[in-house]
């Protein structure tokens, strides 16, 4: 008995659509993926805090692999200090368009219209994540997640006051770490990848160290902490052998995560798929071995703007390649954007230069260019061979690497012209200052459930003092009457109801102060009954005495929920009937969207 017609072309074309899905999964598979992207951001490691280049004192393999398995630029620049070189790697522009101006206080703050490199790579069908330190801004719209990061764990402020499982925040939710910082940040990056092992992914690790306070676990200090350093300072300046000592320990502990990263790379098969960059944010935050450059952390000499820049994509980039052409931190975007074949046509304008060409050809066309290093009011400018720096005066940095002989006389023309240059960029770029940046701070950003607003950010009056001249990782002490107060400039960016949070401790005679939470006609208004006065810490774990607030233990008391109109204003925390002489220690409001 023959089949219906129907039957057989029924057959037939479900035949043809299952051979038609088996030449697609075929050709899926012979479409290469987008290279995954893995950036590591050292803070505060100089030029010098490596043995790539030379430093004898310590060893990182892990990160000189990179070097020896990609390519390395011998004179590359970042910004002197933290948050303006951050602003750059972002966005591919100077950070002095974007908003930057300043390290703490809403001055590190970068605008949220610019563009970041993670809002590109999402568009282009990456995961982002971000584990570490971001310093461009805590509040949304400002905070990571919104500035193209689907995933962030870390602490947005400048430095941090406790490197051993301090408290931190999670996709804005506060959150305690586990162990040692790096390694716990680095613990959070190996898990985002394997999670998106099977997707393109960008891998944002800017680490907190070797930043201050010089924290580091026994297995690295007990290398170093009786160690004869062989290399010193090279110059007038003292340098203190117990800081450094402390440095290098965290740099070492930054190449055994180094080294982790590389081999979870290898054990998910990623290795020759994935871009690694490794940098660091500004010059050696002390005296120590530099390569004989003049200047550290802060300054716009050399010795405080150049960092390593080593890039490896195996079977891509040659291994071992050295590039003595300039290059900078705002090349970084758009020499990515190349690298993965990203649009480029809606993207803003950009200072830095796409530098594949230098990585990829033996002899690319390349032509001259200035690199400008600002920072509090000083402005150097790099050629390929000189430095004119914030004084007019001029190096021919090839044959004087440390800055010592003036030759502006000798070249008066060439220095008219690169101090017109200078004149020009900053005309153009109109770096902001106190005066000029009259941003609040934001809260209750429509798409953001979390907003904090720390002591770093607030405004004492009445007795009440900071922790610390360092605002960073202030509390706010000292309270001892009434008339006292606390105050933010804010903007509440949309009207809602939120809960609050208030991470505080307060000495048993004291508790029973009354609190009273306010900006404009919406008040809260509580009492705080709970005693908690723990020690100040940090000190136990400090290598060398530090310079910032020691921390304490802060716990969160639900203070209740508010109802926020839009609009600008200040907010303010009052304390009524004092139970005892003073009021309590103030860390950080916490405010969480309900409605």
């Known amino acids: 008995m023959k089949k219906p017609t129907a039957y057989i072309v029924l057959v037939i074309v479900l035949l043809l659509l299952a051979c038609a899905e088996k030449r697609k999964e075929e050709a899926d598979d012979t479409i290469p993926r987008k290279p995954n992207i893995v950036l590591i951001l050292a803070d505060d490691q100089g030029w010098g805090d490596l043995s790539y280049h030379g430093n ?28 303006p070189t951050r602003a750059e790697l972002l966005t591919g522009r100077y ?20 563009r970041t490199i993670a809002e590109i790579l999402r568009e282009n069908g990456y995961k982002t994540g971000a584990f570490g330190k971001w310093h461009n801004g805590m509040q949304p719209p400002y905070h990571p997640n919104s500035q193209g990061f689907d995933t962030y764990y870390g602490f947005a402020s400048g430095h941090w006051g406790n490197y051993f499982s301090p408290l931190l925040e999670q996709n804005g939710k506060l959150v305690k770490g586990d162990g040692f910082l790096t390694d716990d940040l680095t613990n959070k990056g190996l898990a985002f990848m394997e999670a998106h092992q099977d997707e393109s992914f960008f891998l944002f690790l800017p680490y907190n160290t070797p930043h201050s306070p010089m924290q580091v676990p026994d297995t690295y200090w007990d290398r170093f902490k009786n160690k004869e350093l062989e290399q010193r300072y090279h110059g007038d300046e003292i340098e203190d052998l117990n800081f450094t000592r402390a440095a290098l320990a965290m740099v070492e502990n930054i190449d055994y995560n180094v080294g982790r990263v590389s081999a979870k790379l290898k054990e998910l098969g990623l290795e020759e798929n994935t871009i690694v960059i490794y940098l660091s944010d500004n010059g050696p935050n002390g005296w120590r071995y530099n390569g004989g450059m003049r200047g550290k952390k802060g300054s716009t000499d050399d010795g405080g703007v150049r960092s390593p820049f080593f890039v490896q994509w195996k079977t891509v980039l040659p291994a071992g390649k050295k590039i003595p052409e300039i290059a900078g931190s705002i090349d970084l975007v758009p020499t990515l954007m190349n690298l993965i074949g990203a649009e480029t046509s809606s993207q803003p304008a950009m200072d830095g230069r796409d530098l594949s060409p230098l990585m990829r050809e033996a002899n690319p066309t390349w032509n001259d260019r200035f690199i400008y290093n600002h920072w509090n009011g000083h402005t150097s400018i790099r050629s390929q061979r000189y430095r004119l720096d914030n004084e007019n005066r001029l190096y021919d940095i090839i044959n004087d690497p440390g800055q010592i002989h003036d030759i502006s006389k000798d070249y008066p023309q060439l220095t008219d012209s690169l101090m017109q240059a200078k004149a020009n960029w900053l005309k153009e770029t109109s770096p902001l200052t106190w005066e000029t940046d009259q941003r609040p701070f934001t809260l209750g950003h429509p798409e953001a459930h979390y907003t904090q607003l720390p002591a770093r950010d607030g405004i004492p009056h009445g007795h009440i003092k900071r922790s610390n001249k360092y605002p960073n990782n202030t509390f706010f002490t000292n309270w001892k009457s009434e008339k006292d107060s606390i105050t933010w400039d804010v903007e509440v960016l949309a009207d809602g109801e939120f809960e609050v949070l208030l991470y505080y401790t307060c000495k048993p005679e004291n508790a029973g102060v009354g609190l009273l939470l306010s900006h404009g006609e919406s008040k809260l208004a509580t009492r705080l009954r709970q005693a908690h006065d723990p020690p100040l810490t940090g000190m136990e774990n400090d290598r060398v005495p530090r310079m910032e607030s020691y921390v304490k233990d802060f716990k969160p008391f639900r203070m209740g929920t508010i109802r926020l109109r839009k609009g600008k204003g200040p907010l303010s925390l009052k304390a009524l009937a004092f139970s005892g002489e003073e009021a309590i220690d103030v860390r950080l409001l916490q405010f969480r969207k309900i409605k």
Not at 58 to 68: E, G, K, M, V, Y
Not at 71 to 83: A, G, M, N, T
Not at 95 to 114: A, C, D, K, L
Request: net charge negative.
């Open 95 to 114: 950070y002095t368009r974007t908003g930057v101006h300043w390290v703490s206080e809403g001055g590190e703050r970068m605008n949220p219209e610019e």
């Open 56 to 83: 004898t004192n310590l060893r990182t393999p892990n990160i000189d692999s990179l070097a020896f398995n990609g390519v390395s630029f011998e004179h590359f620049f970042v910004q002197p200090v933290c948050s």
